[in-house]
């Protein structure tokens, strides 16, 4: 399985909105609603911001928000705020081993 | 809440071995699915193995199966990872992460911090 494709950096002004994309195929973004993405600040513990494509954990900001269309999916984060500088990658679900495919992997500058 | 502890890294040539630990707490070891994660320098996120609640069931990405061995001891709340034939591409950030299921499930609900191997000559 290939990694799944997102931007190397994004970035945005306080109070903005800004989305991150992951592309993959058929096989795992586009053929399961399993997809899930996670914030992970250098030298701490990832965290899980989406699940299934659009479910938040609890304790989650509704500030950040899952989509897909098709092979890609999105995860949007609104009224960005200085603490979202991270990474971020996507986790997809994929029909063949290995069953978990991670995205490449975004730096959020704010 | 819950908290997931790595050790066991550390330096080793090519060809040696490592035993990767990871303490668990704040949940019920026992009744959920356990993976290992790995991060190379530079790179992105690699899926590296998962055990099953019980134990009874496991699966290795291909660029590991036959080297390491992923168990768990679910009487001490500890996961591990048995890495042998070391190659200089398994250098990286091991983290272990816990599935939202006993079974594999679809992502990863905690993560911990990661420990360090390095593998040099």
């Known amino acids: 399985q290939t990694a799944l494709t997102q931007p190397a950096s994004v970035s945005g002004s306080p109070g903005q909105s800004i989305t991150i994309s992951c592309t993959g195929t058929t096989s795992d973004v586009g053929g399961y609603d399993y997809v899930s993405w996670y914030q992970h600040h250098p030298g701490k513990a990832p965290k899980v911001l989406i699940y299934e494509v659009t479910n938040r954990p609890s304790g989650v900001s509704t500030r950040f928000s899952g989509s897909k269309s098709g092979n890609t999916a999105s995860l949007t984060i609104s009224r960005l705020q200085a603490e979202d500088e991270a990474d971020y990658f996507c986790?997809?679900?994929?029909?063949?081993?290995?069953?978990?495919?991670f995205g490449t992997g975004t730096k959020v500058s704010v | 809440q819950v908290q997931l502890v790595e050790s066991g890294g550390g330096m080793v040539q090519p060809g040696g071995s490592l035993r990767l630990s990871c303490a668990a707490s704040?949940?019920?070891?026992?009744?959920?699915?356990m993976h290992w994660v790995r991060q190379a320098p530079g790179k992105g996120m690699e899926w590296v193995a998962f055990i099953q609640y019980d134990g009874r069931n496991s699966n290795y990405a291909g660029s590991v199966q036959g080297r390491f061995t992923i168990s768990r001891d679910n009487s001490k709340n500890t996961l591990y990872l048995q890495m042998n034939a070391l190659r200089a591409e398994d250098t990286a950030l091991y983290y272990c992460?816990?599935?939202?299921?006993?079974?594999?499930?679809?992502?990863?609900?905690?993560w911990g911090q990661g420990t360090l191997a390095t593998v040099s000559s």
């Open positions: 992460a816990k599935s939202h299921l006993a079974v594999s499930g679809n992502f990863f609900d905690s």
């Open positions: 986790l997809s679900y994929a029909s063949s081993s290995p069953r978990y495919v």
């Open positions: 704040g949940f019920t070891f026992s009744t959920y699915g």
